[in-house]
Nanobody, 126 residues
Framework: VQLQASGGGLVQAGGSLRLSCAAS????????MAWFRQAPGKEREFVAT????????SYADSVKGRFTISRDNAKNTVYLQMNSLKPEDTAVYYC????????????????????WGQGTQVTVSS
C-alpha cells in the first residue's frame, strides 16, 4: 500500500488549501482514511477521518467547521479542504489508512493506522 500526499504550501492566515492523498496497492474503497498533522516539537495529532463510502466523517474540535474531508473512490484519492487557515494549523500533514477493512470511520489514535503517506508541509503566515 502506498499513499502519496500533495497540495501543501505557504498561505496567509484566512486562506485556503486543498490537500490530496492518492492511494495504490489495494482496493481503496474498502478502507477508512484519515488525516493527521504534526507540528515541530509536538506529537502527531488527529485532524479528520472518513469511512470507506464517504458518508461518515469525524473531525478534531480544532478544525471542525473549517476543514472538510472527502474522497473519490473512482480516483483512489482522499482530500482535505482547509479553509480559514490559522497560524496554528502550520504542520506537516499526513494521510493514513488502517490495515483492516471496515465501514466505520477511523480512530483518532495514530497507532491504529498501518500505512502512512510521506507528509506535505502546510505553513500559515500571520
Amino acid at each position: 500500500v502506498q499513499l502519496q500526499a500533495s497540495g501543501g504550501g505557504l498561505v496567509q492566515a484566512g486562506g485556503s488549501l486543498r490537500l490530496s492523498c492518492a492511494a495504490s496497492g489495494r482496493t481503496f474503497s474498502n478502507y477508512a482514511m484519515a488525516w493527521f498533522r504534526q507540528a515541530p516539537g509536538k506529537e502527531r495529532e488527529f485532524v479528520a477521518t472518513i469511512n470507506r463510502s464517504g458518508v461518515r466523517t469525524s473531525y478534531a474540535d480544532s478544525v471542525k467547521g473549517r476543514f472538510t474531508i472527502s474522497r473519490d473512490n473512482a480516483k483512489n484519492t482522499v482530500y482535505l479542504q482547509m479553509n480559514s487557515l490559522k497560524p496554528e494549523d502550520t504542520a506537516v500533514y499526513y494521510c493514513a489508512t488502517p490495515r483492516v477493512p471496515s465501514n466505520l470511520v477511523g480512530t483518532t489514535t495514530p497507532r491504529s493506522y498501518d500505512y502512512w503517506g510521506q507528509g506535505t508541509q502546510v505553513t500559515v503566515s500571520s
